[in-house]
């Protein structure tokens, strides 16, 4: 028989780091909607207000770019004063050589912030942290913190009981939250539950006092990642944020022989000015991270969220959090707290992460090969650093790469990626390319304000957001020093006219896209050898060879099997390329000024004929709005009516697609990718934009 929630029942939430307030956070969000009162508590011993490891529950603090979306959907917006940096590219490292990948859709959707109050010895607190903010979303739903750490628990009644020094609280359902850097584990299996631990491994995390004026100059927004050949560094990255950078550490038991070899590189060491060198960490921990999940999440009336059940490999933790957290309400509230409850519902989420998890390994282990052999690793930077010098559009390494390093795609799909025939000629290609010539450097100048989420506007793109100010003529931005953009938003200052506002991404910034000046730098082979680069030897190539080879052959072998489309939801969507039409006679109506109307052949505004009759019209999608979930295969089957030829792309998706007068066009795409995107007829703007939306999982 189910065991349900009812008026009045009493949840108890062990841990309130992400996981544990947005489990609450939507616990609370969907009784209301039920019309369920119910009494939650959240035992959470840190104070996010502190500074320091007590304060801190130690992370990267890169919240990815499908979260963001995924919370500003729910109405968790990540305010300014939590998002200490806003960023919108990668800046990927190896020996002789940097090549800088921006976001595909020229947007700054990835938050950097800080977990708790700051690193230790903070002296002026700017910012607060992430886990502050979402206790206080679940706090404000009527959520109770109850600030001690469980050390204690039992059955009363078939009811788990939590015991806190005299008195006891028993519960009908109690949320497993503690993450994997505390004793928490052990009151699960106290309560009976027969699972295998979550495996961990030791990481490291360091947070230097760069300032905030030299980390812009000298980092940026984008986030530095490495491609080191370091024995068990499987993942090195320094994150820039407000007035520190962090690095972070990700691998085998990182230690200390480990994190002096990284530190020690010259790789490394380029990316600080002279005197950042000597910049010391003020700030260091070594948490452990979940690499392998627990068995079972459940038990009748228990259930496990984020870090001690499952998380995403290396990637993406608070988003795993989000998730599971997510699914584990969404179960208790509409289907029941019984261990079948959960594994019907909310089993399949956990088990999909974990198996996407085994690709991620899979996917470390070849980075590792790759890293390892000059060549190739040269082949990676080759061509990413070309696809970015390029037109925008064709750029599969691009695209791997980001998504690999953001965690925006499963990993499944960047596996996937990486076998398609086209992705592995090319990548040989370069790869022998590279071993037999110069080795390509790529720096890109930057176009937007370091400190915002957001996005870049293309004219015409349209305003969308409920509740906010809407159309106002184009506003300039501001200057740095003199108030961020921000501020002026958050001040109640409207957005650009030209501009779109999209659901959790505020502020955004206004205005058209500057234009970006590209500077190549090919750097001679001779440079690459003394920056560090090894010298090929015979091994080296033998190795390269049988890599290719392997990784040829491994491609057709993944060419025949059924790919990851096969249990995919499909959608077509039938669209039309029109123009709608009107006219009237000047006798009625004077002819307006034609130079009022923008340029880009999006409107036609046809002059008056020998009777005086004058005709408006405008080219557009029809629909124009297209919705669609995340990891669904969609087709858009497009008819021509008006309009001899539309020339079009939907970025990232599809590069180019034409649509004819009276033939069908089908473009097909995964959309792996959560947020929204432009699809662009380029012969007709800036009218023939419409929007595909992508909701996330
Ligand atoms: C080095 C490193 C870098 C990372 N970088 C990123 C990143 O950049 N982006 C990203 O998305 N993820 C990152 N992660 C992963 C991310 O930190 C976790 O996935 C995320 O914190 C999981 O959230 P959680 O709420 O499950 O656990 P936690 O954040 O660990 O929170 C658990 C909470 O439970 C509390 N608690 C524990 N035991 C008890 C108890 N007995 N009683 C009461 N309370 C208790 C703790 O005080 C804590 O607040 C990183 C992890 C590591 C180790
Ligand atoms: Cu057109």
């Avoid at 956070?25 to 500074?51: G, H, K, S, V």
Wanted: charged residues 20%; contains cysteine.
């Amino acid at each position: 028989m189910g065991i349900r929630l009812h008026d009045g029942s009493r949840i108890g939430v062990v841990g309130g780091g992400p996981a544990g307030s947005l489990c609450a956070y939507f616990l609370l969000t969907f009784a209301r909607r039920m019309d369920l009162n119910l009494c939650l508590d959240i035992y959470e011993p840190r104070d996010f207000t502190q500074t320091g490891p007590d304060g801190c529950n130690m992370c990267g603090g890169i919240v990815s770019e499908s979260l963001v979306q995924a919370l500003a959907g729910e109405g968790i917006g990540l305010p300014p004063s939590v998002v200490q940096r806003g960023i919108d590219s990668y800046v990927l490292c190896t020996v002789g050589n940097r090549v800088r990948i921006d976001m595909p859709s020229k947007e700054k959707r990835i938050a950097a912030v800080h977990r708790g109050g700051g690193p230790r010895d903070l002296r002026e607190v700017k910012w607060g942290g992430l886990d502050g903010y979402l206790l206080t979303r679940a706090r404000e739903l009527g959520a109770v913190v109850v600030p001690a750490r469980v050390s204690d628990v039992g059955w009363d009644n078939g009811r788990p009981q939590v015991h806190l020094q005299n008195t006891s609280y028993t519960y009908d359902l109690l949320i497993g939250a503690s993450g994997v850097n505390s004793a928490g584990w052990q009151l699960y299996e106290k309560l009976g539950l027969r699972s295998r631990r979550p495996d961990t491994t030791r990481a490291y995390i360091t947070e230097l006092p760069m300032g905030e004026e030299s980390i812009t100059r000298h980092f940026g927004s984008s986030m530095h990642v490495f491609l080191l050949d370091i024995p068990r560094l499987d993942f090195a990255a320094i994150i820039p944020k407000g007035d520190f950078l962090t690095v972070c550490l990700l691998g085998q038991d990182i230690d200390r022989e480990l994190i002096s070899a990284f530190f020690n590189s010259p790789v490394v060491k380029n990316c600080f000015p002279a005197a950042g060198n000597q910049v010391q960490g003020i700030c260091r921990c070594a948490p452990r991270i979940n690499v392998r999940e627990a068995t079972v999440p459940y038990m009748d009336r228990v259930v496990l969220v984020g870090d001690c059940g499952v998380t995403r490999l290396y990637k993406d933790g608070i988003g795993a959090a989000y998730r599971t957290a997510k699914a584990a309400a969404r179960t208790a509230v509409f289907s029941g707290v019984s261990a079948h409850d959960f594994r019907r519902h909310y089993w399949p989420l956990y088990r999909s992460i974990a198996g996407d998890n085994r690709f991620g390994r899979l996917i470390f282990a070849i980075i590792h090969r790759i890293k390892a052999i000059e060549p190739l690793r040269r082949g990676v930077m080759r061509m990413a650093a070309l696809e970015q010098a390029g037109p925008a559009g064709d750029r599969p390494m691009s695209i791997v790469l980001w998504d690999l390093f953001t965690g925006s795609a499963p990993y499944r799909e960047v596996f996937f990626l990486t076998l398609a025939p086209r992705f592995v000629a090319r990548f040989l290609w370069q790869s022998a390319r590279a071993a037999g010539s110069a080795c390509a450097g790529e720096e890109r100048s930057r176009s937007m304000h370091e400190g915002a989420l957001g996005k870049e506007y293309t004219d015409a793109e349209a305003i969308c957001r409920q509740g906010e100010p809407g159309n106002v003529p184009p506003r300039a931005e501001p200057e740095r020093g003199t108030g961020s953009t921000q501020e002026a938003l958050s001040a109640g200052q409207p957005l650009s006219g030209s501009g779109v506002r999209v659901p959790g991404l505020s502020p955004r910034l206004g205005g058209p896209i500057a234009s970006t000046p590209l500077t190549l730098r090919f750097l001679p082979w001779k440079r690459c050898q003394t920056e560090g680069g090894d010298v090929m030897t015979r091994k080296t190539w033998r190795l390269t060879v049988l890599a290719a080879v392997l990784l040829g052959g491994v491609a057709f072998a993944v060419s025949l099997l059924p790919g990851p489309t096969a249990a995919q939801a499909t959608r077509t969507v039938y669209m039309a390329a029109v123009e709608p039409k009107g006219g009237t006679g000047v006798s009625q109506e004077a002819f307006p000024n034609p130079s009022l109307l923008p340029a880009g052949g999006g409107y036609v505004l046809k002059a008056p004929d020998n009777t005086g009759r004058w005709e408006v019209s405008t080219y557009q999608w029809q629909p124009s709005f297209i919705v669609v979930n995340q990891g669904e295969q969609v087709t858009l089957e497009i008819i021509g009516i008006n309009g001899a030829e539309h020339v079009s792309s939907l970025p990232p998706y599809v590069d180019k697609f034409t649509v004819k007068r009276g033939q069908l066009t089908k473009v097909t795409f995964t959309a792996s990718r959560a947020g929204i995107f432009p699809i662009v007829c380029v012969s007709h703007q800036p009218s023939m934009t419409g929007a595909l939306v992508v909701l996330p999982k």
